[in-house]
Nanobody, 125 residues
């Protein structure tokens, strides 16, 4: 069974950096892209960043562009989210996702078939 396991969340102060990791394991699953989403209580899950697994094209939400960087290590089946200049509004549970996603639809959570369990990121001011 395919699994996505996130790690690297935790507490940070505004201006700090954190790096999230998402390791894919289990049987080979059909995916052309992996992404990161985040969710706060009572809100919908929102797109943060995505990367295509073959070409390495990257996509970012406007709220994180220039501060966050998504990357992949194909040999380790791992995708990373480097988060710099963190802000209190970045506080959320961050989820890793994978799926067969049209590149015009990477921000849409429903296009991702596989999800991790989530990791909490809390940024204090």
């Amino acid at each position: 069974q395919a699994q996505l396991v996130e790690s690297g969340g935790g507490l940070a102060q505004a201006g700090d950096s954190l790096r999230l990791s998402c390791a894919a394991s289990g049987r080979t699953f059909s995916a052309n892209a992996m992404g990161w989403f985040r969710q706060t209580p009572g809100k919908e899950r929102r797109f943060v960043a995505a990367i295509t697994l073959s070409g390495g094209s990257t996509y970012y939400s406007e709220s994180v562009k220039g501060r966050f960087t998504i990357s992949k290590d194909h040999a380790k089946n791992t995708v990373y989210l480097q988060m710099n200049t963190l802000k209190p509004e970045d506080t959320a549970v961050y989820y890793c996702a994978a799926g067969l996603v049209p590149t015009t639809q990477v921000p849409v959570p429903g296009n991702y078939a596989y999800w991790g369990q989530g990791t909490q990121v809390t940024v204090s001011s």
